[in-house]
Nanobody, 126 residues
């Protein structure tokens, strides 16, 4: 089973940037689609971005398109989320997730991911 550990969260002012990392263990990580989700207090977990196993296909929520970029380095077993032009409404716990079926496409639906990290807090001050 793949294990995921997020890092890179923190406190940043509006307009600033952060880069989240998700380190994965497991021999077959490089064959999994990966996603980033977030959950703000009192709200449901929502899709942020996803990437195919090869990195050749990505998707992002409309609310972050043009500001956030997902990427991966399979040699380092790591997925990244570069977040620019951050807004207070981006404040949430950010989770990395793996869709552990081999070569499955990326998905915006949390229920299609079956391995999750512990989350990292991102707080954007106004």
């Amino acid at each position: 089973q793949v294990q995921l550990v997020e890092s890179g969260g923190g406190l940043v002012q509006a307009g600033g940037s952060l880069r989240l990392s998700c380190a994965a263990s497991g021999r077959t990580y490089s064959r999994y689609a990966m996603g980033w989700f977030r959950q703000a207090p009192g709200k449901e977990r929502e899709f942020v971005a996803a990437i195919s196993w090869s990195g050749g296909s990505t998707d992002a929520a409309d609310s972050v398109k043009g500001r956030f970029t997902i990427s991966r380095d399979n040699a380092k077993n790591t997925v990244y989320l570069q977040m620019n032009s951050l807004k207070p409404e981006d404040t949430a716990v950010y989770y990395c997730a793996a869709r552990t079926g081999l070569y499955k496409p990326p998905s915006p639906y949390p229920y299609e991911y079956d391995a999750w990290g512990q989350g990292t807090q991102v707080t954007v001050s106004s």
